[in-house]
């Protein structure tokens, strides 16, 4: 486990010096922390980040990449990346986006598209096509509502009712690109949570 240095954690503290909160509502509860270490249930998703900026809203935790520069007078600039949204009800796993809306899958062997009905950065629910009934992991391109197409790796868990559960997995641009999708789409359907934060 990597630790930071006494100036690292003075810059923090003071970018991040806690505010006063008198509501003790947990709608209205915010806080940030930084981790040294990354939570193995979101090493896959994160990517290579060392460094993660921990902020909680309510009942999510956003956990931004970041990463620490020094500029040419040996000042700490810290970069943030795209957060990874955590929903901590019923247990911590990725936000999921239940009303999807022109999100599809196309599987590259059949060239055919499948109707997204929700969608996280480490899983989604397709409408059952039978080309995609088997168990096996399958090359895939996500296709967002601006049309742009992400490569992403499928690989069915469960079949109920029409409806099949699947892991996917996306690397380099693609999961940046999904992660950012996401994110906006939080930000956008609980624009209230955010209302209190400064940029």
Do not use: C
């Not at 090493?43 to 990463?67: D, M, Q, V």
């Not at 989604?124 to 096509?129: A, F, V, Y």
């Not at 992400?150 to 992660?179: C, H, Q, W, Y």
């Amino acid at each position: 486990m990597a630790t930071l240095s006494d100036e690292e954690l003075a810059y923090f503290s003071d970018v991040f010096s806690p505010q006063d909160d008198s509501t003790d509502n947990a709608l209205s509860r915010h806080s940030l922390s930084v981790a040294t270490e990354v939570p193995q249930v979101l090493a896959h998703i994160l990517g290579n980040a060392k460094l993660t900026l921990l902020a909680e809203i309510s009942y999510y935790r956003l956990w931004f990449p970041l990463t620490l520069k020094i500029d040419d007078l040996g000042q700490f600039s810290p970069e943030l990346g795209i957060p990874e949204v955590i929903d901590m009800r019923g247990g911590e796993r990725s936000w999921r986006l239940d009303d999807v809306k022109n999100i599809k899958v196309m599987d590259n062997d059949t060239a055919k598209y499948v109707e997204v009905l929700s969608l996280s950065s480490s899983g989604m629910t397709i409408k059952l096509p039978q080309e995609l009934s088997a168990k096996t992991p399958r090359l895939t391109q996500l296709i967002l509502p601006n049309g742009v197409h992400l490569d992403m790796v499928f690989e069915p868990v469960r079949t109920e009712n029409g409806v099949m559960a699947a892991k996917i997995s996306a690397e380099g641009e693609s999961r940046e690109i999904l992660r950012q999708f996401l994110f906006s789409e939080h930000k956008a359907k609980y624009s209230h949570l955010y209302q209190n934060i400064n940029r």
